[in-house]
């Protein structure tokens, strides 16, 4: 089945680490999206890429990295410079030619400990 | 600043009744305007998607509407199910080829026995 694979699911982090969050499509889209979702408020965007080895920042890219050396893969590092990183996290990717069609993945619950 | 307005924030309604989710934004320029239901804990998963020449468009027991003149869009739930207890988020895309999407904050619905 085509889609968005984000994992793990569930990530604990201690204060001063940084993470790396997965996130794989195998539907040959074009664009890949990073938001962040915290209670009661709208998805953020983070970063986005709208072909390979090129990204942009998004809204709140502050304390964050990404890169994206194949099509497929969009991984995003949160570092220790972000302060408050304990959220929701859901990758996002869309066909190249079309402003329809974004497609999400399921999620990582990122927690700091 | 583009901005989409969700009411009410929550919800609580009997199984079987029906019940309306109401999206205001100021968005421009308008592209297209959808409707996603949020599971808790997983990712958004397209309801509907609206273009400003389309009114209404249904997806099973889900119809939303869309008035692009007062920039107003309602989600409508008839015959309400325990599994449409979910988050409702409006997200309107903005357009000129940005590929943007301005997120609501979503209606949280609770159908209960």
């Known amino acids: 089945d085509g889609g968005i694979t984000q994992s793990p699911k569930y990530l604990f982090r201690k204060e001063g680490q940084n993470v790396t969050l997965s996130c794989e499509q195998n539907?040959?889209?074009?664009?890949m999206y990073w938001y962040r979702q915290d209670p009661g408020q709208g998805l953020r965007l983070i970063y986005y890429?709208?072909?390979?080895?090129?990204?942009q920042k998004g809204d709140i890219a502050e304390g964050y990295s990404v890169s994206r050396e194949k099509k497929e893969s969009f991984p995003l590092t949160v570092t220790s410079a972000q302060k408050n990183p304990t959220a929701f996290y859901l990758c996002?990717?869309?066909?190249?030619?079309?402003?329809?069609?974004?497609?999400f993945g399921s999620g990582t619950r990122l927690t700091v400990v | 600043k583009n901005q989409v307005e969700q009411s009410p924030q929550s919800l609580i309604i009997l199984e079987g009744k029906n019940c309306t989710l109401q999206c205001n934004y100021t968005v421009s320029p308008f592209s297209n305007l959808r409707w996603y239901k949020q599971d808790t804990g997983r990712g958004p998963v397209s309801l509907t998607i609206?273009?400003?020449?389309?009114n209404t468009k249904s997806n099973g027991r889900y119809t939303a509407t869309l008035d692009a003149d007062t920039k107003q869009s309602s989600l409508h739930i008839t015959a309400s199910q325990l599994s449409d207890s979910a988050s409702y988020i409006c997200v309107v895309s903005v357009g000129a080829g940005s590929y943007q999407l301005t997120f609501g904050k979503g209606t949280k619905l609770s159908v209960i026995p």
């Open positions: 996002a990717s869309r066909a190249g030619t079309t402003n329809y069609g974004y497609t």
């Open positions: 539907l040959n889209h074009d664009a």
């Open positions: 609206m273009t400003f020449s389309e």
């Open positions: 890429s709208q072909i390979v080895n090129d990204f």
